[in-house]
């Protein structure tokens, strides 16, 4: 009988395996002990859940709470300058992510009703001009070009500004303060800081929205007054920075992964019919929202192991969606592959409430990024590319790409 492999010291952060694959130390996990204890530097003796069933059971059952006031949260990597924790946090009002139901329960039920299907349908019209009227931008630049600035972070900005009703002339400012806030080794004080200045902005946004509704999301939910101006700002907070955060990295990330495999990118420029299967195999290649958190209740048990009470469980997406188990030949990119069932948009009652909008934006994106950049191609190495493994959405910081012929 094998031996159960060491408990690792930490979450294994390092991209060893390539640009692309989880660290080498989670897939390793994953075969062996897909729900493997871990030391965290704290002390804290939690989990980590890598197998795609394993993960899909924990993101189904609510006694793995996402509350962060009932039960310390543990962070599995080290944090330079950021207490060790010792009490729950405090709740932030309107961060729903961090809720369980009833709380839950009443704000997504808001929120759903703003992002229906047909809205987003309706949007789409919007996000194809948004975008191409970012491509004509980029055509008129001298490559190389960043595409991260260019394009990848534009587009999504501009769209969420447009359904939450921010102004876009604000962009610079939410989107310092939110890349601030993702960034992992950064002091407590430096993220209270971000925090503080983005809600602090949103509050005087929605506190306007309530006096003087438009047509707008936020409008829409600040028309609800059983919701208080602190619940409209957490939400706020957090429909901005998932809404151009994870699309931003996925566009470029996705470029990026599409330049590095080409006969795969000949293949979708050959045939655009197959952009829809495309974008969901990246997202499940990619899994740019990788880490989340959970907190046991009480005592459950999960793919063979005992998860006690009060345990921080840390779940890896990427590793899920790299199963074989699940997946069949799980590191290669395909973009034939019928990849819906993935997890990049979690599962449960907390799977993500933009999925819809995120697919059209990445449908839009990636289909005129590549009709109308033919000869795109990087502007360095591969290896030069500055991988986002510094932040909690991963990405790359830039990509730099040229083009050798006119474009239109």
Known sequence: MSQPPPVPQGLPMDRDAGPFDPPSGITRLREARPVSPLAFPDGHEGWLVTGYEEVRRLMADTRFSSRQDIGIIHVPYETPGMPTPTEPSPQVPGLFVAMDPPDHTRLRRRLTGAFTVKRMKQ??????????????????????????????????????????????????????????????????????????????????????????????????????????????????????????????????????????????????RADPELLPGAVEELLRYLSVGDIFYRYATEDIDLGGETIGRGSTVVVSLLAANRDPRRFENPDTLDIRRKARGHLSFGHGIHQCLGQQLARIEMRAGFGALLRRFPDLELAVPAHEVRLRTDMNIYGVHELPVTWPKTVG
């Open 123 to 268: 949007l789409e019209d919007h996000i194809i001009e948004i975008t191409e009227r970012q491509l004509d931008e980029l055509a008129r630049l001298a490559p190389p070009v960043d595409l991260v600035r260019e394009f990848a972070l534009p587009v999504p900005s501009l769209v969420i500004c447009a359904l939450l009703g921010v102004p876009y002339a604000d962009r610079d400012t939410f989107q310092a303060n939110s890349a601030k806030f993702m960034e992992k080794d950064i002091t407590l004080d430096e993220k209270v800081a971000a925090y503080g200045a983005l809600t602090s902005y949103l509050a005087e946004l929605v506190t306007r929205k309530r006096a003087e509704p438009g047509e707008d999301v936020l409008s829409d939910l600040a028309r609800h007054e059983d919701l208080t101006i602190e619940e409209l700002t957490g939400a706020a907070f957090l429909l901005l920075l998932a809404g151009h955060e994870t699309t931003a990295n996925m566009l470029a990330l996705g470029t990026f992964a599409l330049l590095e495999h080409p006969e795969q990118l000949a293949e979708l």
